[in-house]
């Protein structure tokens, strides 16, 4: 059966200072810091878009001291991704499928 892509998850990745602190985070675990020196972004604004990230459930925090360490949760990332691998398989089907005009 053929599920739906989250919309939410599509618009979060969307923007592309989160696609590219999700391209970050999928090479390693960093901190704000860390992403601020890597995105040029202030620290609000990345502040922001990192709670954007947590509330779609794509990042968890770690702390660590004064820090706070990012990572991503892959799980979230796989379920996309084998939703896009369905619509794909779907889509070659579909050309096959061709609905007749009244």
Do not use: W
């Amino acid at each position: 059966m053929l599920t739906s892509v989250d919309p939410d998850v599509i618009r979060v990745l969307g923007d592309p200072l989160r696609l590219k602190i999700v391209t970050l985070l999928a090479r390693e675990t960093l901190c704000t810091t860390h992403l601020v020196e890597e995105t040029g972004a202030k620290q609000t604004n990345l502040s922001n878009h990192m709670k954007v990230l947590r509330e779609a459930g794509i990042v968890e925090t770690e702390p660590c001291g004064r820090f706070t360490y990012y990572k991503l949760k892959p799980e979230v990332l796989a379920g996309l991704s084998e939703q896009f691998a369905e619509l794909a398989a779907a889509a070659r089907t579909a050309a096959e499928n061709k609905r007749a005009c009244p």
